[in-house]
């Protein structure tokens, strides 16, 4: 609403509020047009909104009309742009006020407040309530309303349903599986590719293989309707956020050895006890951005930043570092370091012991200095190469990681990081594609022999192995040893924490997954990654709400590529029982077999059985190979037993990933009572 202290005669005399769910929408007079632009769209699709245009006079009635509202109403919708923020005072900063005053009275379960952006304002220095930040915002450039966004608004003021709706009961003609296309990895490999999301594989990952891109009107509403907001955890003293050290390097040619030195330091920092350390992932989100100290402390929960430069000339390195406290900004320890370049692994203890003695923490069992993991300066150079070009996320540059790791290996054999690398990126190639499964499975077993063999008490290498079983040997059993063995050497490792995550959800034990998922973001809160598992984890389980709001937490994290939140939210709405929104959802998917998967679904659950046979016949003709455990989930989502278990053998035969999760895909809760259910998990090893 405007923000003058005195309303004008223009402004709309309400009459007394009625409770059926009434949209309020808060702006400052200069954003009138794109406010009215937003009430306009809601209001022609009978959403009742209140909106302070023409009539209300001023005075104190006014102000008691426009509390009542904000008590009433059923969703709060704050207008921000460049005007609010350059009003340091204004009626309508009052009114946010009263609104996030009504959230304490709210259930944590109820979404109330929805931000909405008309401009480029950033989100994270916008000038705007701290409960506000706590929010998915979404972005109307203009004040254009898509009409997803309308439906997201109608969905948000009316009740969240609880149980999906069942798909009516019917069949139809099976057709038979082609064998002439290579194997894709499907939406599901999420599971399967949890290590390689924490590489910083995980933007590009989970935006190919989990959730297809969104159109412009999904990108709008993909961060509205939330599960309730997470309390703010209380920032531990004993913490500290090790930031990208800056390349200063005359040629600007070093970011990968800055980006590699910054990372080294998270992983000897992460084995302190007592010390908080953010993962890589969150702490390289803020890289390029221009971030408070304060504003980075608040989102990792940190009260020290370690940050610093890098110049490197030939064999000589000059590295800065400094300590700061980020409430007060003021430096706690700061240090210059000039060495040669083979003093690396050096350089890393002294500036990982300095932090830690400046925060006054016992060092316990890390005050042993670490042995150097290699010798030879080249090996290590590639090494760090290798590393930069996992982040990129395509084949080509996996190809050439590749290479890389296997000449470092050449060059130090007793390499064991690089070893381990190297099962990481023969796994992401043979999800690329790239690699026969059975040249993969040989050289990533390999390579994670090799790690373990040679540094026994290096928590990558047992993940590497926890890898090789999961991917390419489907054996559990040893997949949850080394994964509790990468734990107990590393408890602060986010990548174990998350892969236990996966073990424990392939194994059926939703609310243990659930759990860890949530430490995994707790200790890594800016990685995407780790909310597209928990959102994965959480709509199995059958919690919608809290499932979508993770799935657009993962796509606000994840710019400007993005997680994607379409499919999963298109999944919300169909386990919900809003077919029709779902269907308008599937259809924008870039990707034709997962779009016609999705059609195949919703048509289903709408009793359009010959759009959803046409729909299932185009996948099973085309994408046979590639989505082949996406199609038993349409057989068994239409209670066509016969046929899923037909389809879940042919994806046996293609050792499709998405196997690995059948014991909590909700899909496939038809099957759970047929004797063959149980018959295929044995054959997939896996506990009845």
Known sequence: ??????????????????????????????????????????????????????????????DRQIRQQIHDCRLFVP????????????????????????THDLSERVAFIVPIVIDSTPETRADVPDAFRQIQWTRLPGGKAYPAFVEQIRRLITPFRATPTAPPEYKTAQTSPTTDRPQRVARHALWALSGLL?????????????????????????????????????????????????DMSEKKDQEYFSDGLSEELIDLLTKVPQLRVPARTSSFYFKGRQTTTAEISRALSVANIL????????????????????????????????????????????????????????????????????????????YTQARALMLHGNPADAARGADYLEQAVQLDPKYAPAWARL?????????????????????????????????????????????VHNFFDWNWDAMGVEIQRARQLDPGDADALRWAGVYAWEMGHGKEAIDLFQRAVDLDPLNGANYSMLGAANFDSGKYAEADYAWRKAVELAPPRGFGASEGHAQVLLATGQPAAALTAFEQFEDEGDREWGKALAYCALGRHADSDAALTILERNFAETHAYDIAQVHAYRKEIDQAFDWLDHAYRLHAHGLA??????????????????????KMNLPE
């Open 307 to 382: 940050e610093g430069s890098v110049r490197k000339s030939g064999n000589t390195l000059r590295i800065t570092a400094q300590l700061i406290r980020a409430d007060t900004g003021y430096h706690l320890w700061s240090e210059t370091y000039d060495r040669k370049f083979d003093d690396i692994f050096k350089i890393q203890d002294e500036i990982a012991d300095a932090v830690v003695k400046a925060l006054k923490i016992s060092l316990l069992e890390s005050a042993t200095p670490r042995s150097a993991p290699t010798t030879n300066t080249e090996a290590y150079t590639l």
């Open 79 to 102: 207008i921000v742009s460049a005007n609010t923020e350059a009003r340091v005072e204004g009626y309508f900063r009052r009114e946010w006020k009263l609104a996030v005053d009504r």
């Open 198 to 246: 924490a590489l910083g594989l995980a933007y590009f990952v989970a935006e190919r293989f989990l959730l297809p891109k969104r159109t412009p009107a999904e990108r709008s509403v993909a961060t509205l309707a939330r599960a309730p907001t997470p309390a703010i955890p209380a920032i531990p003293e004993k913490s500290v956020a090790v930031l990208p050290f800056v």
């Open 423 to 467: 099962t990481q990126m023969r796994t992401f190639e043979y999800e690329m594609r790239s690699l026969s499964f059975e040249r993969a499975r040989d050289e990533a077993r390999r390579s994670a022999q090799q790690a373990v063999v040679l540094d026994p008490n290096l928590a990558a290498a047992h993940l590497s192995m926890a890898r």
């Open 1 to 62: 609403m405007a923000e003058e202290k005195e309303p004008d005669a223009e402004r709309v005399e309400f009459t007394a509020p009625k409770p059926i769910g009434a949209v309020f929408i808060s702006y400052a007079s200069q954003d009138a047009e794109a406010a009215k632009r937003i009430c306009d769209a809601l209001r022609a699709a009978d959403i009742e909104v209140w909106f302070d245009r023409n009539e209300l006079r001023g005075g104190d009635v006014w």
């Open 661 to 682: 999760k059948i014991k909590t895909d909700s899909y496939m809760t038809p099957l759970r009572d047929e004797p063959r259910y149980k018959a295929f998990l044995r």
